[in-house]
């Protein structure tokens, strides 16, 4: 029996994905959790044989808090160059879209359990070759936002209009994968973009 701890973004998410491998005999889901400060803990009480986990979630715990213990990240495909760091021979990490077929994180699940690589290799590109996906004035618009400067005063200062800087803001969230400008800011400012 593969005991599988699930920490995802999302009720629907969570329970539909804890409804599909509850129909696999050989797989035991042991928690279901949606934050990703609670998996630490989780993972030393429950001790999974394998976390499936949102990349969001999980982030800051990958690289020592989770023991040896595999983990299939999902993550969305925008979101690939923030895996660099994780991509290590000396644990086991899979790596999957968010957005894969359930029945290959099902095979994802087993074959970490078997301690057999998992990747999109799509994802592990992205991650690879993550060049800077924002434009000049992008680039100015993040970087005024990212001292504090509210958007009339990236207006005032880039000589555009306020419309203008909220629809840069609107591109680069999407461009970087960012719900929120904050978001965008960090993503940015991680990836050595801003």
Same mark, same amino acid.
């Given at each position: 029996m593969i005991r599988t701890l699930l920490a995802l973004d999302g009720a629907l998410v969570l329970g539909a994905l804890s409804f599909v491998l509850a129909a696999e005999e050989d797989i035991h889901v042991v928690a279901e959790l949606d934050r990703g400060d609670a998996v630490p803990a989780a993972v030393r009480t429950q001790r999974p044989d394998v976390v499936?986990?949102?990349?969001?979630l999980v982030e800051e715990e990958v690289p020592g808090r989770l023991g040896?213990? @595999?983990?299939?990240?999902?993550?969305?495909?925008?979101?690939?160059?923030?895996?660099?760091?994780?991509?290590? @021979?000396?644990?086991?990490v899979g790596i999957l879209?968010?957005?894969?077929?359930?029945?290959?994180?099902?095979?994802?699940?087993?074959?970490?359990?078997?301690?057999?690589?998992?990747l999109d290799a799509d994802l592990v590109v992205a991650a690879l070759h993550s060049d800077n996906p924002l434009s000049d004035r992008e680039r100015q618009v993040l970087t005024l936002t990212a001292a504090g400067a509210p958007v009339a005063e990236v207006a005032a200062t880039l000589g555009l209009t306020r419309g203008t800087v909220r629809n840069h803001l609107g591109r680069i969230a999407r461009k970087v994968g960012a719900r929120t400008r904050v978001e965008a800011v960090r993503l940015a400012g991680e990836a050595g973009w801003i």
């Open positions: 499936v986990a949102d990349l969001d040896l213990c @595999p983990v299939l990240m999902l993550v969305h495909p925008q979101r690939a160059r923030r895996l660099r760091g994780m991509l290590s @021979p000396s644990r086991t879209r968010n957005d894969a077929a359930p029945q290959r994180v099902v095979d994802g699940i087993r074959r970490l359990a078997r301690r057999e690589p998992v």
